[in-house]
């Protein structure tokens, strides 16, 4: 989808999936799979076990308990089906704009409302606007969620123990059950410290969801894994039992190899990531120095600040053709300098005149196409 969507001029970077090799462990689990013409049923708990190991490792978090875990289809339907347990239709569910664009969609499409809770200027949650939200979405009684993306999607914001501590409590004060999209987790660059949102105080009652699905490039390998709280276990276990029909066998298989096997790979991926960051600040500067850029704590997504340009999300493209979701500089980007990004519109309330670039790719196509790009702002 990524090299496919557009014509075989444009430079894409614009999904979130690495332009990388499969890690070698993750290859030859998936081809002993296929040697032994393992192609059945998923079943078992070494996923689980696997990144309860991971997170006990990588972040110090020892209270993954496989006895409260789930294996879902992907992080997003593992959403929707905990939104389910825990909310009805017509209830609200509140979210960080900008953020990650099917959070609005998924959301939406299940009969639930979206509240808003926009992030601070500096792009990290703010409390005020969050408990406003709150008392917003449960001031006629019903019941409401919190569906965080941490770290967060598209600015690349990791929230600190003391962020999510402070969320939890609000949480617990307002009766509102939070939901972490925890799949970037495994990408933390240099700098910050990822802190599962079930490793905090008043977190109890919570879900997350994580998945190898971006640290490891596997998101044509559908796996993930849906953790509760300890007070939150009773409503796991009512998820449907055809929901676990949904993961690929052979995705549990590559992420369980992912999450065991390919730490190695990941810090090895970690540190192109980290080059690629100041990379991309630097060529920035020299382009595009009217575009506004804080370089992200995690995750190898950039956000950027187009405001500076003139265009705003209707500017440009009216007649956006095959492209419906871009407008104003992603527009323009794509017309001008043809390279594909997010536009950031879709990100909700404070997206207008941003764009979301993914960052990991060569050198070679991320100084290609920020050439591209400050070339196509020069241009008459």
């Not at 640290?215 to 409503?235: M, R, S, T, V, Y």
């Amino acid at each position: 989808m990524k090299w496919r969507t557009h014509p075989s001029d444009v430079l894409p970077l614009w999904v979130a999936e690495m332009d990388v090799r499969l890690a070698p462990s993750i290859a030859e689990a998936l081809h002993q799979a296929i040697d032994a013409g393992d192609t059945g049923y998923p079943a078992g708990t070494e996923l689980a076990e696997a990144i309860g190991a991971f997170a006990s490792r990588r972040w110090g978090w020892d209270g993954l308990a496989i006895e409260r875990t789930a294996i879902v289809p992907d992080v997003m339907m593992g959403v929707v089906e905990i939104l389910r347990l825990v909310t009805d239709p017509g209830d609200a569910v509140i979210v960080n704009s900008p953020v990650y664009a099917p959070f609005y969609a998924f959301v939406t499409h299940d009969s639930r409302r979206i509240i808003e809770a926009p992030l601070g200027h500096d792009h990290r949650i703010d409390l005020n606007s969050l408990e406003e939200a709150f008392k917003q979405a449960r001031s006629q009684g019903r019941n409401a969620a919190f569906l965080i993306s941490n770290p967060h999607n598209p600015t690349g914001v990791v929230h600190s123990s003391g962020e999510l501590a402070a969320v939890a409590s609000l949480a617990r004060y307002y009766g509102v059950r939070v939901i972490s999209d925890e799949i970037h987790a495994p990408l933390i660059l240099s700098g910050a410290t990822f802190t599962p949102y079930l490793n905090v105080p008043g977190s109890e009652n919570a879900f997350a969801l994580t998945s190898g699905s971006k640290a490891w490039n596997l998101a044509g390998l559908k796996a993930a894994l849906a953790i509760a709280g300890p007070d939150a276990a009773d409503d796991l276990r009512r998820m449907p039992e055809e929901v676990s029909h949904g993961p690929s066998h052979l995705g549990v298989i590559a992420q369980t190899a992912a999450f065991r096997d390919g730490e190695a790979w990941l810090n090895d991926l970690i540190c192109g990531l980290e080059a690629n960051r100041a990379l991309l600040g630097r060529l920035l500067a020299e382009h595009l120095p009217d575009v506004g850029y804080v370089p992200p704590e995690g995750t190898y997504l950039a956000w950027l600040d187009c405001g500076h340009l003139g265009l705003d999300s209707t500017s440009v493209g009216e007649d956006l053709g095959a492209v419906a979701d871009l407008a104003g500089p992603a527009k323009m980007f794509l017309d001008r300098a043809r390279v594909a990004l997010s536009s950031g519109h879709v990100f909700g309330s404070g997206g207008a005149g941003h764009v979301r670039l993914n960052f990991a790719t060569s050198q070679a196509n991320l100084t290609e196409a920020i050439i591209r790009m400050g070339r196509a702002t020069r241009s008459d």
